[in-house]
T-cell receptor, first 110, second 117 residues
Framework: KNEVEQSPQNLTAQEGEFITINCSYS?????LHWLQQHPGGGIVSLFM???GKKKHGRLIATINIQEKHSSLHITASHPRDSAVYIC????????????FGKGTKLSVKP | KAGVTQTPRYLIKTRGQQVTLSCSPI?????VSWYQQTPGQGLQFLFE???????NKGNFPGRFSGRQFSNSRSEMNVSTLELGDSALYLC????????????????FGNGTRLTVT
């Protein structure tokens, strides 16, 4: 069964702190998505990666294919980073669908 | 470039009715995938359309269906609505179909919030 586990479920941080959100998946994937969802529902795609590491501004995403694990890091966190972060395992092959983690609700306090 | 547009934003329906939701992808994108988000189950994949053909389908009953038009706009239909269908329905577009897509990000719409009473 394809499963995606995210941790932690909830995270409260002080402005400026370094934040890490973890994502583990159970079987081989073609790519891993990191998504950001603000109140109101809209989702923004932050990263799509199939190997190594990607960086965009203060956000860094890494993936370890052998360990079936990915992390999202936020450096110098800011209150505007408060949102729900969701990882999604992208299965290609004959499936071509996404399995989502339950999300991590991040709250950054000023 | 306009983003992914979903209409309507909010919808209230009664049990037993049917509903149609619309999704207009980013210009040039031919893949449209649909997702259901509920507090209990989180985000779940419904189905994907590419070049007017359904490419794959998640684990949902046949009451959930969709179609895609030649301009890539997609509609999703839910018949015989149940209380449990109350959810945020999101669509996403991409250039490649999900089965081939390893490097083309998904672009999500703002969703349609459906309430079934």
């Amino acid at each position: 069964k394809n499963e995606v586990e995210q941790s932690p479920q909830n995270l409260t941080a002080q402005e400026g702190e370094f934040i890490t959100i973890n994502c583990s998946y159970s079987v081989g994937i073609s790519a891993l998505h990191w998504l950001q969802q603000h109140p109101g529902g809209g989702i923004v795609s932050l990263f799509m990666l199939s190997s190594g590491k990607k960086k965009h501004g203060r956000l860094i995403a890494t993936i370890n294919i052998q360990e079936k694990h990915s992390s999202l890091h936020i450096t110098a966190s800011h209150p505007r980073d408060s949102a729900v972060y969701i990882c999604a395992a992208h299965y290609g092959g004959s499936q071509g669908n996404l399995i989502f983690g339950k999300g991590t609700k991040l709250s950054v306090k000023p | 470039k306009a983003g992914v547009t979903q209409t309507p934003r909010y919808l209230i329906k009664t049990r037993g009715q049917q509903v149609t939701l619309s999704c207009s992808p980013i210009s040039g994108h031919r893949s449209v995938s649909w997702y259901q988000q509920t507090p209990g189950q989180g985000l779940q994949f419904l189905f994907e359309y590419f070049s007017e053909t359904q490419r794959n389908k998640g684990n949902f009953p046949g009451r959930f269906s969709g179609r895609q038009f030649s301009n890539s706009r997609s509609e999703m239909n839910v018949s015989t609505l149940e209380l449990g269908d109350s959810a945020l329905y999101l669509c996403a577009s991409s250039f490649f179909p999900l089965v081939q897509n390893t490097n083309s990000p998904l672009h999500f719409g703002n969703g349609t919030r459906l309430t079934v009473t």
